[in-house]
């Protein structure tokens, strides 16, 4: 207990040195970029720095050594000109603050992103890999893999135009119901006086509850033999003979209809979101427009449609925005409900199959191409969302 | 100098000291072994207490350990990371299901002339060879699939098909049993045993074999006990394990990875026999057959080698091969061992070593994975009724070989 706190100190430590670095250093080129010493000290410091690095840290040989002393003086020498020929000490303090945040966002989003595009173009896979793991290289491939995205399926029995449909008509049913469903909850709860802290809570649940624990919890209820719906189809067929001449029964939900009980679980999942979202909104917009529509005589339809949907678009677009991506994305649901070893393709969406292409089949460069695709179709999606929507428009202005 | 100036002088000393401690004392990097695994949480203290009896062997003084539990899927994306990065673990202690892959990626390294093999059951050394190559010392022998009966349910376990089935439809209703028999209907790896008593097996050599009519009559026999309801309609790993736990069903299909749960669960309630012989074919089910093994990583050389041998044979010798058998009841790897008291006076393990003696190694090719994932979909399609099994069979076959040629493309 004690060593693994110790061990988090150490690296609050260490990040904590690092972030201080950055800054003495950007202060120093800040302030100090006018004096005549400037650009020949700066080269030395960076020269003495890196032959303390190369000497403490590697066994290098003594060319090595000097080729890195060289390169740290060469580099710094134009960082120190280009501070004091054209930066010139401006934008200090917003370039200070920002830089730790940039240098993390770089190091945690734009290099993976990076690495992506160049797995894309080259060829990582089982028979190549410890080709790569010892010596660095990995065969340039070109567009292969793009073109293979488009052509040949991750998966055995549904094409990459099928798994794309069918991932946006997940994204759109779940989405839908997501914010009818919580619009719906949210009204309500809006309209309600008493207790209303105690019935979000009892919303939320499914929301805050850990996302394995639910699904799982879920997916049992689903069972064909012991699960909750089935054995409520079963007795309600019992009592109503009617019902059970129309052909209600009990359901194979998980080996028939694995897609519909994936996209039942996440409404569940995802409604109480939205109804948060929402009914921030709802209670944000002023009583006195309402009050205004009333003595104008406006019907309740006519309050919702001018005065209530207008008023939470800036609420609505955003979330709507995130839920998409979110659906779009969610592994989760498909890959507890349908087996984690693979389970059956009738619930696969784009990123079900591409997690099987890269850890099931080892495609590692087919996958990188495959979610740059992905990207792709959820840029220009989401794009055109908030375009049309307006989402980021102010309403009032 | 001012307060403020003072106070982030004495931020920035504590902040260096903080960074420069360690978190322990070093020591000889050749003497401390990083021991990875993915067991059940309650193998972990046997493992631990092995450990701890070798460091304490004379001239291992200031040998250090390291053991680290993952599940079994994030081991194996961690130790490829691992090994990409170049920081591997020594030892792995795992399943074969990985090793193929481990092997093509190189890294794991052979172990042919490392140790004396001989010493070891044939078919568990076979379920980690590849190419005239061995990839990991057997630790234990089994990992196969075999029936545990409830004997408050079920007094005798049947010792054919005709015999379960004639349980099935008579007593069993009448003890108010929904169903007789779980085992994982979504996991093709419970469809071997009754594939190989139809005479069939999934894999010839690297090349898949599922278009056969072995295949055909091993899923119209699993649609039969469907039909028939003896087991449940949708049944995976935990819904078959709770149905045997609580007493709902008498009988279950498991590996022996569960023998010591079901133990505590069930006591001497607890029976342990070999899957029921096919009445149809006159044939035993045939389970694949493995283990959990050391692997190797392949950056392991010199004295550390030398010290990691030492550890994996001290680990596997007899005295510890017949104590793992005690405490865990699983079977030992070691020929030797398979003859000690322990093993021949427990009734349970007596019949997990019968079990094995009818079982085929576990193929370490990477192709299996392949099969795996070409026949689990197609199979439950057939289970729920929305495809034919001919047609499924076939696609199976295609599936897998589709699949095999993009992995290796």
Redesign the interface.
Known sequence: MI?SL??V??FV??L??AV?ALEGYLHYHFTCYGRRWFVPASAAAAAALACAAALLFTGRTAGQVLCSVLSAAAVEAVAALVFSHVVRGRHGLPVMLLAPGLIGLGLLIAYPLAFEVYLAFHDL???T??V???TGYIPFVGFKHFVKVFT?SPL??VTFWQLLGRTLWWTFINVFFHVTGGFGLAMLLNSVRRFRGIYRTLLVIPWAMPQVVAILAMRGEF????GFVNIMLGRLAGHLPWLAGWGLGPV?W???HALLTCTIINVWLGIPFMMVVILGGLQSISQSYYDAAAIDGASAWQRLRLITLPLIRPVLAPAVTLGAVWTFNNINVIYLVT????????ADILVSALY?AA?????YSYSAALALVIFAVLFVCSFLWLRFSKGSESVYG | MTTRGRLSLLL?A???G??A?R??PPGDPDRRIVVWEHDDASVAPYIDSVLAAFCKLPGNEGVSIVRTHYHT?DMR?QF?TA??A?NPPDLLLSASDAAG?YA????IQPVDGLFDLSRYNPAVVAAITQDGKTWGVPVTNGNHLMLFYNKRLAPRPPRTTDELFAFCSGRAPKLGL??CLAFHL??PYWLVPWLGAFGGWPMAGRVPTLDTSAMRQAVEFMLELKRRGFI???C?YN?MDALFKESKVAFIINGDWAISTYERQLGAALGVAMIPKLSRTGRWPVPMVSGKYFMLSSRLQGRKLALVKRLVEFYTDEENQVGQARALKRLPALARANSARTIQDDPNLRASLDQILVGKPLPMA?EL??V???M??LF??V????MGVDEAVR?MQA?AE??IR???E
Do not use: N, V
């Open positions: 060593s110790l061990q100190a150490r430590a260490l904590a040195l201080a896979k089982l028979t890999i410890m790569w793991s010892r040949a055995a029995s069972h064909y033999d012991y194979q998980l080996g028939r087996g984690q070893a693979g389970g059956s393709e009738d099987k850890f099931t089949f080892y495609r | 920035a504590g902040l260096c903080l960074a401690c978190q322990a899927e994306q490829q090994s990409i170049g892959i093509i990626s190189g890294f929904g169903h979504g996991e449940p309609g949708e995976d819904g990477t994975r392949a795996w994932d070409a689990r979909p439950g399609k289970l729920s009724g929305q696609r599936d589709t699949k993009e992995m290796k």
